[in-house]
């Protein structure tokens, strides 16, 4: 593809729009994993966490083509960031001021890198789809998406502080990107491919089991440490 020439503009474009549309994920992961640190560390947290997710997603940039013949990929990926989304709810600050697992700098660094090492498959393939093998745009577009990832962190960060519901929410969506990766899995398409009812049906099933069972794990792990930090105070008391 001829360097500045329409189709190149065309194939920007389209990188510019994946990211656009897929950092919102990315943003989501690093803002609660940044949430409980100090404040002077959520920043850094965000941009740190940014650069060593960038760094991830720019080696499997590299790799998309062996990516590409990888047998299951998808679907670890997909199972891997179920955990990630549960993980995020049931390490959420109690009010008895208790940290949550993900309290600290390297914690969230952790949970930002690991999370979106899951969640970048798409967006690696999809860059490098939309591409069409010109390294010069896949370089551009993993610059282009630092920008849009912590931007959002930020935005999104401030959101939490004043409406903790947005936790729930942000662990739906994550709940909801690890389904579509899931269903997304070559290995799986004679189950959700065919435009059959009973394949909608399970295509629908997965969406609606992953996001209530990451919103209720993560429900029953908050009432249970809530019940067991009761128990603690009666029984010292």
């Known amino acids: 593809m001829e360097f500045m020439s329409a189709p190149w503009w065309s194939a920007l474009l389209a990188i510019i729009l ?15 994993a940044a949430r409980n640190l100090p404040p002077n560390l959520q920043k850094k947290a965000i941009l740190w966490g940014t650069v060593g997710a960038i760094a991830v997603r720019s080696v499997m940039t590299v790799g998309v083509v062996w990516l590409l013949k990888v047998p299951g990929l998808m679907l670890v990926g997909g199972l891997g960031l179920l955990w990630i989304a549960y993980k995020l709810l049931a390490d ?12 600290t700098f390297w914690g969230a660094m952790k949970t930002i890198v690991v999370a979106d090492a899951l969640m ?5 393939l999809g860059v490098a789809g939309a591409a069409h093998g010109a390294f010069d745009l896949v370089i551009l577009g993993l ?23 947005i ?17 997304g899995e070559p290995l799986l398409d004679a189950v959700f ?16 089991v ?14 249970r440490r809530g019940n067991g930090d009761t128990s603690s105070q009666n029984t010292a008391a």
């Open 18 to 32: 994946i990211d656009l549309v897929l950092a919102g994920d990315n943003a989501i992961v690093i803002a609660l």
């Open 92 to 103: 959420q600050e109690d009010e008895h001021g208790d940290g949550p697992v993900v309290s």
């Open 120 to 124: 970048g498959i798409d967006n690696v």
């Open 143 to 165: 610059l282009i998406s630092v920008p849009i990832v912590v931007f959002g962190s930020s935005v999104v960060l401030k959101l939490v502080e004043r409406f903790p519901i």
């Open 167 to 183: 936790i729930q929410a942000g662990a739906a969506v994550l709940a909801f990107t690890a389904a579509k990766m899931i269903i």
């Open 193 to 208: 491919d065919p435009p059959e009812t009973v394949n909608s049906i399970a295509r629908w099933a997965t969406y609606t």
């Open 210 to 223: 992953a996001i209530l069972g990451v919103l209720g794990a993560g429900w029953l792990s908050t009432r």
